[in-house]
């Protein structure tokens, strides 16, 4: 610890007198320094001795020593040492009751005591302690090796809290804890989710510091990363400030948990790769050849439904992939889950277990992102198939590929192809091609409807929606039916095509709900 008053004055060499202020002579001294001008405060930056002779104080001056003492004090000046047999031959009464009002520990120096012997003293024990720190920090890094090498994160984690007397935690890229040390601390790091979210949107390296939980310690957060995007984050709880050996320990950590983050990443992209080769042989139709590839790093995942999930990112929006990349795989990592996660250039093929924690995160990451995008944001577009089993695999990308393709022309960032399945087909004509189609085929009939010289539209429309039968169309218009037959036949030459042809009848509806589809 720092050189104290106390220390000071149990120096055997300094023969310091206490004379008041004996009671808060614990305060630590951060340097020792000799002043005689009447007002040193400007030169002060709090924790000093301040040592004078009072060359140019009237130190017998009642009301001058309370100003005196009374400004040292707001200054965070920590004692007052007064040189005796200088200038005068013992402190006077008026400085000595001056600094017992104002708490102000007053030390008398004797005259063969040089106030250079006490600037040294404060010396050598302010850098005694730090050799000491730096000492302790030098032991806590290799124990955090150590427990690193040995224990993994977990181990590293409890050497921490112990080095710091605290707390320690480890956050995932989504922010979700995944170690903490001692097991109480888990609970506490999880509510500040929101302060790790916040440090992950800064560049990395970055550090902040928060009141923990209803203000119940310190907390400091670090991004862990070489990346532009850090991939986790560390929080150190403590009751109060970190010294200097407890901040040796807490950046050993910082840099021994991004190098495990690095090297995960090395291993991560390795995992990729074999992942892009086992999908291709799924889609090749070649299961016992993938199965044979993953083995253990992704068999697990073939013996189950899964569901595949096809994503684009937009060209102004690169991070949106590696977003949704990161909520799978930490979800799947806290459930148990295996996840296969390919990158496609701009797009991204996620493989995950069917009803699993991976999918459930994909599925809530697009809701975060359609409830927050803006209509001209070029963004994050996801198609999610049924699910399927290996050998159905290609069909499973072709229907998430087919759902990719319906919530790009509907808007949305998510849809599942079971919904397009269930729904009805009327939505997908909400398209600019279909409806400049169905705008060419129509204009014609619309053109002579606009002179006045029939209804050929509505009556067209009649006689589509009773599948042809003459009667009930005509019964619908109110008119008669060789009135409608006349209109039929005048459609037919109007569009040079018959209306016997199922392909022009199922077109000219398409089209007649197309222009009317809002």
Not at 187 to 200: E, I, K, M, S
Not at 201 to 209: D, K, L, N, Y
């Amino acid at each position: 610890m720092p050189p104290t008053l106390a220390s000071l004055v149990h120096h055997s060499a300094l023969k310091l007198t206490v004379r008041a202020g004996g009671d808060r002579l614990d305060a630590p001294v951060r340097w020792a320094h000799a002043s005689e001008l009447a007002d040193p405060v400007p030169y002060m930056e709090g924790g000093e001795l301040l040592l004078i002779t009072a060359l140019k104080l009237d130190a017998e001056d009642r009301e001058a020593m309370r100003r005196y003492v009374r400004r040292l004090v707001g200054a965070g000046v920590v004692g007052l040492g007064f040189a005796v047999g200088v200038h005068y031959e013992d402190i006077p009464d008026a400085l000595v009751d001056a600094a017992r009002e104002e708490g102000l520990p007053l030390l008398e120096v004797p005259r063969r005591t040089p106030f250079l012997a006490i600037s040294k003293a404060v010396s050598a024990a302010i850098a005694a302690d730090q050799y000491r720190a730096v000492t302790a920090g030098f032991a806590a890094q290799r124990e955090l090796t150590r427990q690193a090498l040995t224990e993994g994160p977990e181990g590293l984690l409890a050497a921490l809290a112990a080095q710091v007397d605290g707390w320690a935690a480890l956050y995932d890229a989504s922010g979700a804890v995944v170690a903490a040390a001692p097991e109480w601390a888990g609970r506490r790091a999880a509510r500040l989710t929101p302060d790790v979210t916040r440090l992950r949107e800064r560049p990395a390296p970055a550090s902040s510091v928060v009141a923990g939980p209803e203000n119940e310690d310190r907390v400091e957060l670090h991004s862990l990363g070489t990346g532009r995007r850090p991939r986790a984050a560390l929080a150190v709880g403590t009751a109060a400030a970190l010294g200097t050996a407890e901040r040796y320990a807490v950046h050993s950590a910082i840099a021994l948990l991004t190098l495990i983050t690095e090297r995960s990443r090395s291993l991560h992209a390795a995992e990729q790769r074999i992942g892009a080769a086992v999908l291709r042989m799924l889609l090749a139709g070649e299961p016992d050849h993938a199965r044979a590839v993953a083995g253990d790093l992704y068999g697990g995942l073939l013996d189950a439904p899964f569901r595949i999930i096809v994503a684009a990112g937009g060209e102004t929006n690169g991070d949106a992939l590696g977003a949704l990349a990161e909520a799978a795989e930490a979800a799947a990592a806290r459930s148990g889950e295996v996840v296969l996660v390919v990158p496609e250039g701009n797009r991204l093929v996620i493989l995950a277990c069917d009803g699993g924690a991976a999918v459930a995160a994909c599925c809530d990451h697009a809701a975060a992102r359609e409830a927050a995008r803006k209509a001209d944001d070029d963004e994050l577009v996801v198609g999610l198939s049924a699910p399927a089993g290996p050998i159905a695999a290609s069909t499973a990308y072709k229907q998430a590929e087919q759902a990719l393709s319906v919530a790009r022309r509907r808007g949305r960032v998510l849809v599942e192809h079971e919904h397009m399945a269930a729904g009805s087909v009327l939505p997908l004509l909400a398209d600019d091609a279909v409806r400049a189609f169905a705008d060419g085929l129509l204009r014609a009939l619309r053109e002579h409807d606009a002179t006045g010289r029939g209804d050929l539209v509505a009556s067209l429309r009649a006689w589509l929606s009773r599948h042809g039968q003459w009667d009930a169309a005509a019964a619908d218009l109110g008119v008669h039916r060789h009135t409608l037959r006349y209109r039929m036949r005048r459609v037919e030459e109007i569009l040079g095509r018959s209306l016997d042809d199922p392909d022009t009848r199922m077109e000219l509806w398409l089209s007649l709900k197309a222009t009317t589809t809002e």
